[in-house]
């Protein structure tokens, strides 16, 4: 299995609703990171957590990592029609540097 | 320019061709990374750059696969012999060397190989 496996793979709500997607990982890490996706083209930095970190919020987003997990969720609260997206996590491990690791990613549909 | 800019945006070739993909990442930018996406797919590692050098190149699928980085800027890809099953988006992404820094992705070149 990959470093970086998100859950749901498929993900549909409606507007005004929170969407949770969740990743984990198989390696000590140094970093997670979400990025975000639209129409398959290239990827936008969303939110990154240190390993010592256990909880992070930028606007609507929150990301959580628990280390003794090694998972991490992103919590959209409020979602948007504009929030439809792939989602993908990343990880950068401890021993190689800054070489991010993706996850399949969640396909998030918000209907408005 | 402001952004990681990747060169064509589209490309499609004949089974067989060599093809070479471009990257110009944001200036000040040492780490370089190429990925490959397969439609509604992850992201595949391909190669990662500090620099000129390449420490990581453990996700280049055949000895068809090269990459080269120069000045410590623009990077190439090139596929040589292409085949079908190369056809994919090619992701380039460059980012600070340093810990706990975000990587900055290009749009990407779509590759269709007929």
């Known amino acids: 299995s990959q470093q970086g496996e998100e859950d749901p793979q498929a993900l549909s709500i409606q507007e005004g609703e929170n969407a949770t997607m969740n990743c984990s990982y198989k390696?000590?890490?140094?970093?997670l990171q979400w990025y975000r996706q639209n129409s398959g083209r290239g990827l936008v930095h969303l939110i990154l957590?240190?390993?010592?970190?256990r909880e992070k919020h930028s606007g609507r987003l929150r990301v959580t990592l628990d280390t003794s997990k090694k998972s991490s969720s992103l919590l959209i609260t409020a979602s948007r029609a504009a929030d439809t997206a792939s989602y993908f996590c990343?990880?950068?491990?401890?021993?190689?540097?800054?070489?991010?690791?993706f996850g399949e990613g969640t396909q998030l549909t918000v209907n408005p | 320019g402001a952004g990681v800019s990747q060169s064509p945006s589209n490309k499609v070739t004949e089974k067989g061709k060599d093809v070479e993909l471009r990257c110009d990442p944001i200036?000040?930018?040492?780490?370089l990374y190429w990925y490959r996406q397969s439609l509604g797919q992850g992201l595949e590692f391909l190669i990662y750059?500090?620099?000129?050098?390449?420490?990581?190149k453990s996700g280049l699928p055949s000895d068809r696969f090269s990459a080269e980085r120069t000045g410590g800027s623009v990077s190439t890809l090139t596929i040589q012999r292409t085949q079908q099953e190369d056809s994919a988006v090619y992701l380039c992404?460059?980012?600070?060397?340093?810990?706990?820094?975000?990587?900055?992705f290009g749009q990407g070149t779509r590759l269709t190989v007929v």
């Open positions: 992404a460059s980012s600070l060397l340093r810990a706990n820094t975000e990587a900055f």
């Open positions: 390696t000590s890490i140094n970093n």
């Open positions: 957590i240190r390993s010592n970190e």
């Open positions: 990343a990880t950068v491990k401890e021993t190689s540097g800054s070489r991010l690791t």
């Open positions: 200036s000040g930018h040492t780490a």
């Open positions: 750059f500090q620099g000129n050098s390449a420490p990581d």
